[in-house]
């Protein structure tokens, strides 16, 4: 693939066949970054896991202590006095058969959505649609729940969700090329520590085999894992 002028003056910035400090890396993609916007900055984490093994399916929820710099929209399914509840806390939108029959009509206009368990039978129906969009929601994202309101708070306040691919890799945000170097650190090791409390007892070898940082239209840089 052909790189772009810029990307190109991008790259021979390091050297991508080396592992650096976090700090480093950090300072790197910034420093690359040549966009006009605040990009944002992805992590990019190779685990020694095969996802279809269930003790191996790596899923779960950490809130960033510096949020992920982005504006999250939030849907939630619920019924009765939940969705003032929801509203109240923060959430977009909140209703129950008016919001179901909306997606079944193809809109997923939102970046999360919540549900209460009451709410799963009919929600679960859409799987096809918001399973490939990553907005089903699901218990060990803490997305089913009738606690709604902890839920919404968590969403707008920077929880991400760390969940492993086919492939064995976690992509997740780090936060935004605007961020100071430390807080941009505090949030990546924030993630870091989640997936090492998750690593399960039946892997052999490396658990976290590769790790990098981008911004959106930068290129990765490799994290050397002794300097985390």
């Known amino acids: 693939m052909k790189l772009s002028k810029n990307k190109k003056m991008a790259t021979q910035k390091f050297d991508s066949s080396l592992h650096y400090s976090i700090e480093k890396a950090v300072e790197l993609v910034k420093d690359m970054k040549f966009s006009k916007f605040d990009e944002t900055i992805d992590l990019a984490i ?47 939108y909140a209703g129950s058969k008016e919001y179901i029959e909306k997606i079944k009509g193809g809109w997923t206009d939102v970046d999360k959505i ?3 368990p009451d709410m799963m039978g009919e929600l679960g129906k859409l799987g096809r649609m918001l399973g490939p969009k990553g907005l089903m929601p ?8 009738n606690d ?19 492939a064995g890799i976690v992509h997740v945000i780090c936060g935004k090329t605007s961020f100071k170097n430390d807080d941009i650190i505090d949030n ?3 993630i870091y520590s989640t997936l090492i409390k998750k690593s399960p007892a039946s892997v052999k070898g490396q658990y976290i085999e590769q790790i990098s940082i981008s911004s ?12 985390i």
């Open 138 to 145: 699901n218990p060990k994202s803490g997305t089913v729940t």
């Open 46 to 92: 190779n685990l020694n896991v095969d996802p279809r093994h269930a003790d191996e399916n790596i899923r779960v929820t950490t809130s960033l202590p510096h949020g992920t710099g982005k504006t999250i929209s939030v849907l939630v399914v619920c019924a009765g006095s939940k969705e003032k509840e929801a509203l109240d806390a923060g959430a977009d």
């Open 114 to 116: 919540v549900a209460t």
């Open 216 to 227: 959106t239209m930068g290129p990765g840089v490799k994290i050397d894992q002794s300097s």
């Open 148 to 166: 709604v309101a902890d839920a919404v708070k968590g969403l707008k306040a920077g929880q991400v969700e760390l969940r492993v691919e086919k």
């Open 188 to 190: 990546f090791r924030q």
